[in-house]
C-alpha cells in the first residue's frame, strides 16, 4: 500500500485535472453517439452502419471522371419549332383594339406583352383577339390560341 501512495500524486492540481479530463471525454463520448444516431434521409445509409464495397465490373469512363472533376460539357439541343416554343397563358383585347396578352416561352413563367413588342428572336405580337395572338416576322407568322373550352357569347 504504501508503494502506491508514492506513485501516485495526490495533488489537488492533479485531482483538478484528472476531472475535467474525465468530464471532456464523457462530453466527447456523447456527442459521438448522438452523431451516430442522427436522423438520415431515405436512400442513405446512417453513419453508425459498415459498408461493403463492391467490385467494378467496367472502368471508369473519361466522361464520369470529367463530370466528377467539375467539367461542363454543353450539348447541342435540337432546335425547336416555334409553334412548340410559345404557349398563350391569356388575353386581355379590348374593343378599341388594344390589349396585352400573357405568353410563355420556353418552359419560362409567362410574361405580358402588348401589341408591337418584341416577343423573342424578332417575333412581333402583331395582332390580338379574344382568343387568340398573332406573332410575325420577317417571313413567319404564328398563330397562338388560347388552351381551353371557348367563350359562351
Known amino acids: 500500500m504504501k508503494l502506491l501512495k508514492q506513485n501516485f500524486p495526490t495533488s489537488p492540481t492533479f485531482t483538478r485535472s484528472f476531472s ?21 434521409q431515405d436512400g442513405m445509409l446512417p453513419a453508425s452502419e459498415t459498408l461493403t464495397l463492391s467490385h467494378r465490373t467496367q472502368a471508369p469512363s473519361d466522361a464520369g471522371l470529367g ?27 379590348a374593343s378599341s383594339g388594344q390589349g396585352s396578352a400573357l405568353i410563355g416561352s420556353d418552359g419560362q413563367p409567362p410574361k405580358a406583352y402588348r401589341e408591337g413588342q418584341v416577343v423573342a428572336d424578332g417575333l412581333t405580337l402583331a395582332d390580338l383577339s379574344p382568343r387568340q395572338v398573332k406573332l410575325k416576322s420577317a417571313g413567319t407568322e404564328l398563330l397562338l390560341e388560347l388552351a381551353g373550352p371557348p367563350e359562351k357569347p
Open 67 to 93: 463530370r466528377a472533376l467539375g467539367v461542363v460539357t454543353t450539348t447541342a439541343a435540337a432546335p425547336t419549332p416555334l409553334a412548340t416554343r410559345f404557349q398563350l397563358m391569356g388575353v386581355i383585347a
Open 20 to 40: 475535467a479530463l474525465f468530464v471532456w471525454m464523457l462530453a466527447g463520448a456523447g456527442v459521438v453517439f448522438w452523431f451516430l444516431q442522427f436522423p438520415v
